[in-house]
């Protein structure tokens, strides 16, 4: 079988797909090589049943894994690599999760775990099953997993071996966990298999964060590794080629015609802007409008060319997961600059196939968005056409996936403005979207009741950005208005950085528990290339005693620090605010707001503020430079859950007791790096 799967980033080197597959699956070459060799796509679509089975299984996993950290569990939810199957899924786990993994299975009578899931020993390991599921845990024997099973409680006993039929109200149980996961099972599924993908979204807050929420009835899955809610697929999100997309069934009503779609779109939103009955190619022009072109002949024979390809993509099943996750608008909001995730737009499905014109008409295309075209080479007009072709079909694709379920909105008869608004469910709040005529969208959360707020009056804008017209606008407000309804758990305020909603925190914290729930860890070398800049602005600071921030402003070392490294702040009155930084009031407020300090930078402030009244930067430096002159730094090194290379212990050791060296000093370890 002949594979043609590329991927060619920027610096044009090609990634094989051997390499790709590995990606998402985190295989052995040798074994990515095999399973591309029994499949026709990098990711094997699994069966209906197969895919039922793996969404509630990652489900499971999920709620019992909760947000936590891949460095300490051997891989997102402990899974190490998996081989996708079209009716079997591997999965590799790391052994010391496989405690973890029963009691995320194990079926209880408040709905967690999997009902109806049995097991088997075979020789490759042990087998998991569910009615047209198997999950095979590859090198986890029948003797590992019995004794497993008989390490956990007696609330296991859900976990049932194969020859036990199913018990009474098993199939009502598992019914009702499949009706909850109607309409993401597939996107479950998907994620599953290509588990290994998060890994790069986890570089800045180390955490794996997978949850659902509901969304005008609708089902969705939320990604916030990096602390910021998106519920664009993980693939869509890290801008991959369709390759690596998932297969699947076209939505049940059919395929989307892309020709009524924008039409019914413009109509609705902006009836004096939809083309009159006598006009010829009436959808072309809509879709030039929707998308901020003028409707030159050349650009409506470019925009019938985008609707034609347009409605091919949607009738294919290989592109079917662009009508998922609130529809193709998600990856519309990634321009400019990457708001989403990262800073390249994902190129539409289809996108080969709408450029593949001849470079005259491309040309002639580019020509028509190029000011001053005499000057512009040929192969400069050729990717201007394409670039705007694609900018096409977006729009196509994401006027044509609209969900069904989207809300009304109401135009001002003054400005025009479009609005809706919605009250925030289970909580006090309005989620309020607005969309000017100008392609301006802004989706916000009002009256919220937060004191932190008050300077900005009781409201959190989640997303304000320009669209190419109005309608446009709605498309891109409604899809943001899936991530706003949950925002507040990750939603800081801007004066110090504080969460809006603090995270529950254990009686007595530690160093190490504050680190692992962080999504911000200030580590020594960030500590040390600021240190040197504070030196002529510091000023007399005050101890921690004295308070580290009052009204006028931050008023300690660990306060200018925090401010300066956008940390959050104690306000005055908390306990925190007048203790050193090691001690249990102020872990307990950095665990509440998800921050972090590294065992060296505690270590340093806390010595540097423990000194009461007023001090000069060089006496507090002078503290902290001896507390860890007279440390053990390698056991130091210890209480960090992360690894600590001997690079930071060798800066650590050489900090200088001169203040004036120090931006020479962190200088020459960036130039030894």
Not at 169 to 179: D, L, M, N, T, V
Not at 250 to 255: E, F
Not at 373 to 392: M, N, Y
Not at 489 to 500: A, D, G, I, Y
Request: aromatic share 6%; hydrophobic share 40%; proline share 8%.
């Amino acid at each position: 079988m002949t594979h043609t799967y590329t991927l060619t980033p920027s610096t044009g080197t090609a990634i094989s797909p051997v390499a790709m597959r590995q990606m998402a699956t985190g295989e052995t070459e040798e074994t990515a090589r095999a399973g591309l060799t029994d499949s026709e796509h990098l990711i094997p679509m699994p069966t209906p049943e197969q895919a039922r089975g793996e969404a509630r299984i990652l489900y499971a996993l999920i709620a019992a894994y909760g947000r936590h950290r891949p460095i300490l569990t051997g891989g997102p939810f402990g899974i190490r690599s998996l081989t996708p199957r079209p009716d079997e899924l591997v999965v590799r786990i790391a052994p010391s999760q496989l405690d973890r993994w029963i009691d995320a299975l194990a079926y209880r009578e408040g709905g967690t775990g999997v009902a109806g899931l049995r097991w088997a020993g075979r020789r490759e390991g042990t087998l998991l099953t569910l009615p047209g599921t198997k999950v095979l845990l590859a090198d986890i024997s029948e003797a590992d997993w019995s004794a497993a099973l008989g390490r956990r409680s007696a609330d296991q006993s859900s976990l049932m071996p194969h020859w036990i039929p199913q018990m009474r109200r098993e199939p009502e149980y598992s019914a009702a966990q499949g009706a909850e996961l109607a309409g993401i099972t597939d996107h479950l599924s998907a994620t599953l298999r290509r588990i290994r993908l998060l890994d790069p979204l986890t570089r800045i807050s180390g955490h794996v964060h997978l949850f659902t929420t509901r969304h005008r009835g609708q089902a969705h899955l939320i990604e916030a590794c990096e602390a910021t809610p998106t519920v664009l697929p993980v693939w869509t999100s890290r801008s991959l080629p369709p390759s690596l997309w998932p297969t699947g069934p076209v939505p049940a009503p059919g395929p989307a015609d892309p020709y009524t779609a924008v039409l019914a779109l413009l109509t609705e939103l902006e009836p004096t802007r939809a083309p009159s009955d006598t006009d010829d190619h009436p959808a072309a022009r809509a879709l030039c409008h929707i998308a901020g072109l003028r409707t030159d002949p050349v650009v409506i024979q470019a925009a019938e060319h985008v609707l034609d390809v347009a409605t091919r993509v949607l009738a294919d099943p290989a592109h079917s997961s662009v009508y998922a996750a609130g529809g193709w608008a998600g990856s519309c909001r990634t321009y400019p600059e990457g708001t989403v995730h990262g800073s390249d737009p994902c190129l539409p499905p289809g996108a080969e196939t709408v450029a593949d014109l001849p470079d005259e008409a491309l040309q002639r295309l580019g020509r028509h968005f190029c000011s001053r075209p005499a000057d512009i080479s040929r192969t400069d007009l050729t990717s201007a056409g394409k670039k705007e072709l694609i900018h096409l079909l977006d729009w196509a694709l994401a006027a044509a996936t609209r969900p069904a379920n989207h809300p009304a909105w109401t135009p001002d008869r003054t400005s025009g403005t479009l609005q809706h608004t919605d009250p925030l469910p289970g909580r006090e709040g309005v989620l309020t979207l607005t969309a000017t005529t100008t392609g301006v969208y802004r989706v916000s959360l009002n009256a919220l009741g937060q004191s932190d707020l008050a300077d900005e009056n009781d409201s959190v804008e989640w997303e304000r950005e320009a669209a190419p017209s109005q309608s446009a606008a709605v498309l891109l407000a409604e899809h943001a208005a899936i991530e706003a309804a949950v925002c507040l758990p990750f939603q800081r305020e801007h004066h110090k950085q504080r969460l809006l909603l603090p995270a529950a925190v254990s009686a007595e914290p530690t160093l190490r528990s504050v680190i692992t729930g962080a999504d911000y860890v200030l580590g020594f070398f960030t500590l040390a290339g600021v240190l040197g800049r504070l030196h002529d602005r510091a000023g007399s600071t005050q101890g921690a005693a004295d308070g580290h921030w009052r009204t006028d402003g931050p008023a300690t070392l660990t306060a200018l620090i925090s401010d300066w490294c956008a940390l959050p702040s104690p306000h005055p009155g908390e306990a925190a605010n007048t203790a050193t930084v090691d001690s249990p009031a102020y872990l307990h407020h950095l665990a509440a707001h998800r921050a972090a300090l590294d065992p060296f930078v505690t270590r340093y402030l806390a010595a540097a503020d423990s000194l009461g009244g007023a001090c000069t930067f060089e006496e507090r430096h002078l503290a902290g430079f001896v507390a860890l002159r007279t440390t053990d730094l390698p056991a130091l090194a210890r209480t960090e859950i992360r690894p600590i290379g001997e690079r930071l212990l060798r800066l650590a050791r050489s900090m200088p007791q001169d203040p004036a060296q120090l931006t020479a000093w962190y200088a020459h370890h960036l130039d030894q790096a």
